[in-house]
């Protein structure tokens, strides 16, 4: 019908569909119901979907993941009180709808997805935010991340380690990206780290492998020991000032606060710690994000879609405040 | 990203997105992932979502029917054997989005819908056929039907009349639609009827109220005994050769068929007698067509909303179907 | 707060709270909000739960059976149109609550049904509809029904036999109460017939045993060949004159249409099907009646619950009609 | 049948079906299984059903909350331990069954919401607890407390503001209760405060709006510092003596712990920190309360119902603490 | 623990467990409780898992396929009534547990079950009955029956041709697996034929294809018409004395009574239907058959594996009375 | 098929299936995989699964807790980070099958329970962890420990005390046990403890009762000013050195991280903290133990089973422990 009204900010960026007009459950099924990529002339954050699954070791489904984490986002609105900025109104945030790899064959849906996303990057100079799909795409992603940045500091927030060697003698996977982004010198073995790691691993060697391929960890259990502001000071410490690319596997929530995803572990992170951290990130120089292993088949009540729809939005609300300072 | 792969059928119609190309749980989320109204030059059919389910009187959330509806029909393909016609390639189909109306004032919306599906078929001269939302809907559509066709021929598939007078003194509401419509001269009661009614009534005189309205009625148990063919015969007796608009209450359908509803019956029709009465319509002089009371948070497996989708596509096959032969 | 407007009939009955008056959410969570036995001097038929699943072999959950029926049964209206009467209003219908029993002792539970059921008959006079429960709780009511009414016809609605002998040695269960009542004279073993029976059985010999305790057998199959005209036929010839109780486990219809009951089997029958049955038995003797086995927890959008409920609005329909003809 | 075994307290209050008795999914279906307001002679405090949704913004279906809250409140016990008091046993409390509003029409719900709860608390005397309904009843629930306490302190547990101005146009919705009430001169603008908020707010100016309308505000981050002693303190500093109307959105949980809610936001409340900030206001002077925007319909295990009924029970026992006390 | 109770029928062959003496949902989780193949000495039929979906186009999850259908599988009894035999007496039935193949390589997992079948068949002799896993494991089991009986009569039940060429230029996925085995030379192609088949297709020509591959059709809606015997004699016609492969896809169901699917389409056969034409079946001679595409995520309180186990009971039934006969 | 793959550790214990061979959907039904009791020569720990339920007061269901159990255990590795110790490694862990016991006689089931571990215990010296089925289990398992072991430390984490006297007259139920097994000498009265009660209580009286019987108390509220620290210090106080027996009803989990239980209350613990307390525990001489009360009829997406696993692989860690440190 006629174009849905969006404000449009003092910066000049078209924003989301406004919500005391336009019913939240009315209006174009974009991420947070922003504008396509074609809708507006330039973007500064561009939020792609890549539906993929054929990489995951236990409960697929992340396939369906894109479309359920847009129509969570729907409740997001304008004003992000925490981080005191607008993250739609201070940068121009497209959705730039999905990429459609082959499911039945996981070498070339890698290197569609590669592809895609560095054409978008080149296209836009956007940054990217990725919604899976499994973790298996954050491999293609980083090294796109490493042509325009050089190797990039991870900030990998999941229940699981995601450096495994091989499953069924297969190098890519859901459970194997970070071993084959640091063998490709993707990213900077000095300033990576996982968050919220948990659960049973395969051996005792799991931990010193990890270590060696350039991460360092903060266990789920050390939020009990260190809270929220504990974990942003390890954090930060190791990040430093490098570029990051922010890996969140949703399964870093225990499965209370995301029961739809594919390989869940009890023990993990409550939604509030998860968004905690992130918001303690203020003035990190973040290169690109992605928010992966959302199944909705498991969901209920969409409770792991609103979760992964708040990460995102805060993720947007960093880019948004270092671009308002830059 | 790039435009997705839609084939242009001979005729010149852009069809949907090829599903073998890119896979069904990627692309736009149109329905059937077919262009939106604005993607091409012409629409012969416009597919429109109205949102609203202000006027229900047991279980609500029909207002999350469109997009429901629409993720549903993402398994719909291009040809339709039982009708022998490609339904997106006789003609041009598009999705015209949502109509955005007040949730909390249902006079206003009842304005909203009129004027918005007013607008859409005078700017485009496409047949509307509409995404419900509650029941409602159908008495400003009828107005526009009524304004370009002159009254028409009403095909009611539903568990009820929705011949009652007021609820709580309200006039109009999801159970009065067609009381109105008639009251109003919509409908031409020498050629309408309902199809599926069961149930208990508010009273024994219902039902020659309803007679009086206009209808009549062929009784969801008289399935047993005529079978699809002798109901299709009724029905088309009945029809003549009337412009007709068909409403379809998806709780025709028993609640095992449809659980995703608002006020379900018990005793109702099969998807394959329901297809079954449809693809015997064909040659109707069908103006105009909704599809309402689709509420998925009582959905499984998307049952519901499959049912919907494919009640949609068989409406675009008789009109197909029909285009073809003029 | 003040009394919901509850109309009187006619006949001087009090019906059920007027639904264009007070939503059909809101008011007393009785049967179709029926009147409660104390709120009215006299009654014709009582509607009584039985809150007990202590003999069910397989998935419990029938002891939320009663409240999920009241619930799903809010949704019926005054008047029904196929059997032409009004169920509450040609008969006083009231809600005699629950039989709170013993669900740790199968056999106090069973005493305590018997007395509580007796004490309810013959306190009121009322013709008991119970609403289970397991179908244990057939056994103590047909207790009572002998003593009222001597040897009865049972009509039972089942996928299954329920005259085994025992499970792990218990004679009292959900699968073995025909058995002892047949065992016990309750029943007339020359007119009670089985509907719906469908699945595997322990043994070859458990079709003639059970015709020597007294049934004939409609195999849910029948349905395919002879319709439900057919089965009507064969039902009314087999009951004759005699007094009747009818007995619906609800696993009589198809798990699509009942998936809230312990032990489904698949093949069964629709809700059109049953529902036919049963208006095809006008004139009939009912004495007494129970729907049993719904067990909310593998229910969805309340399915098992509104046919269960849609069942006995029936059930008291045949009887308003034989209260009119008398 | 016979009245269910209520034990009478040594204050003379009858209280709840014996759950060692009559088992607890048998039995009355009020709150608690209280009796209901006709069954006893006084009452200290009534418990109030308002199923009322037309004012939600996003997924409806909190009309079927009352019904909700009461079946999950089946489970509780007589005696509270961390408050060290009989909440059915120090008063007496009653369950005043359901106010049945206009679903069609928000004015004429709101006046009759007003209506009733002023009956009903000027011919007991009790106080009020209310179920919800969506939060737009807390504006006609707040006018009869400004008639009998004067303006009162509002302790808000809720994700968001509920001081909005308007949406679509229509002052009156379950967003914008408290701006009413406000500007109505209901509350005591010293002295109320919001616990709980957070998530993406419409603008900057939201903050400083709300602050004017006399709210102090705890943010659900400050729960990571401040734990649960410190909010209670933050609380009472603010409250002080004042008459309180404690009013609780149960969204104010994480959608983990409250998935059955209509505007769910990531990052909430356990279910242990709600009821631990509840159990430290002992000696709170509370004059009413609700517990609002349960939707059924997106629970799953009567969660959501579990923790509002809970919420009541603690409320209830600080009523009682204080009455004791007196 | 000690050996659970098992029958030996007069023929010798080890049953299920009693469930009269071992509830049924305790003891060993193989089908129907049946002895694993290293319990007893030899097998007539072998009961195989293959949990693999790594050809799925729409819905994944099948790989949860076996486990399910061996949970609803509980429920069955030793005697089939409408066959007259006792499907696990009157020939050995074990359950020879889950082949385990690789996810991520459609190529290796299609030549491990190829494998893994035959050295099952040749090892034991049996008639394999496989439970998927998607359809794509009907190529290497066709190939594995070619072997053994040369080309073979496929009678398959299904809502889709399952004939397609390619999806993303991949040749071997669930819907295809019929137009590569016609290609191969395994199928008699005067003797195959589809029953149930539905939907919209990709194009006209299909259907011609189809056909040239050695299809006959009969479609879901010729049930209408023809009835279950009339199904059964098109079907016999067809099949006349070849040997045959029976290859059930649940989705053949309509999705109301199999939700727990991966591509549903509205309009399909009951559950009573398709175990009628089976039972019509009496004196085919089976040499295998699967039963695939059940995807547990999707299901409800197990109508789907119930379903599937249901069916499988009936082709153990035929292959017992063929047995009994020889 | 052939034997899946297991790993012998170096101690020579056959471990679990593989999963980077075999994938986890696939292979054996029992924990984790691990090899059944009669597939390796001798067992340092029974896993036993006693699906029984007739004690339950609210929702029934557990009896297909172990089944569910298992199903979730299929995510567990071999390596346990937090203990540093592989519990399938370090000793040799079997999967013990089901005791399958009488569901309509509780006197009956309860002997049959004592025997059947009494059995077990003797014929393989094993440790048992069972798996539950209701708690009223825990009194026969509690009889043979005293047998064995003496009078031992109960440690018991729960939301109730399950120390009440009757229910019903009933003397064995789910909320019995410990009273029962106190009376009988089965605890050691000066090392017992409770961890996680909350919610309400029957009485004021109940609380000194617990004491009397032999039981500290940690309420659920003290992990809010504890910590896991805390709570750790306070529990290894209790019990000192004494044999100790532990007993995990999940409902000791928020409703929230434990959905799919019988008796539900708010404000429990999340799994992070109680998986804490048990790897606070390290040294601990545990006898044996149980994990009850799933009731999967409401468990979401498996995340009640997740959590049990996750709870049973834990204790099989500090069994490891001890056994390595021994």
């Known amino acids: 019908m006629q174009d849905p009204p969006r404000p449009t900010s003092p910066a000049g960026h078209v924003g989301a569909v406004d919500a005391t007009v336009v019913p939240r459950f009315a209006g174009p099924p974009t991420f947070a119901r922003l504008p396509r990529l074609d809708e507006v002339a330039r973007a500064d954050v561009a939020i792609l979907g890549v539906p ?145 790691i948990r659960g049973p691993l395969y051996a005792a060697s799991d931990l010193p492998e990890d270590a060696e391929l350039g991460f360092e960890l903060v266990h789920a259990d050390e939020f009990e020991t260190l809270g929220v502001a504990g974990v942003v000071e390890r954090v930060r410490d190791r990040l430093g000032d490098a570029p990051v690319y922010v890996s969140v596997d949703i399964d870093v929530l225990d499965p209370a606060y995301a029961p739809g995803t594919g390989t869940p572990e009890a023990g993990g992170l409550t939604s509030r710690e998860l968004l905690g951290v992130l918001r303690g990130l203020d003035g990190l120089h973040i290169v690109g994000a992605d928010v992966v292993e959302v199944a909705p088949a498991y969901d209920h009540a969409e409770l792991t879609g609103i979760a992964a729809a708040h990460v995102v939005y805060d993720l947007l609300g960093l880019l948004a405040r270092r671009r308002d300072r830059a």
Chains 1, 2, 3, 4, 5, 6 share one sequence.
């Open 52 to 196: 993929f699954d054929a990489g995951v070791s236990y409960r697929p489904g992340a396939r369906f993941g894109p479309a359920h984490i847009r129509a969570a986002s729907r409740l997001l609105r304008p004003y992000h009180p925490a981080l005191a900025v607008e993250p739609f109104g201070a940068q121009q945030v497209v959705d730039a709808g999905d990429l459609g790899v082959n499911p039945f064959d996981l070498g070339a849906a890698i290197a569609a997805i590669e592809d895609g996303a560095r054409s978008l990057a080149e296209a836009t100079g956007a940054t990217l935010v990725t919604l899976g799909g499994d973790h298996t795409i954050a491999l293609p992603l980083l090294r796109v991340m490493r042509e325009r940045h050089g190797p990039v500091a991870v900030l990998h927030f999941d229940a699981h380690l995601d450096t495994w060697d091989t499953y069924f003698g297969a190098p890519y996977t859901h459970g194997t990206p970070f071993r084959r982004a640091s063998e490709e010198g993707l990213i900077d073995r000095t300033a990576s780290c996982h968050v919220g």
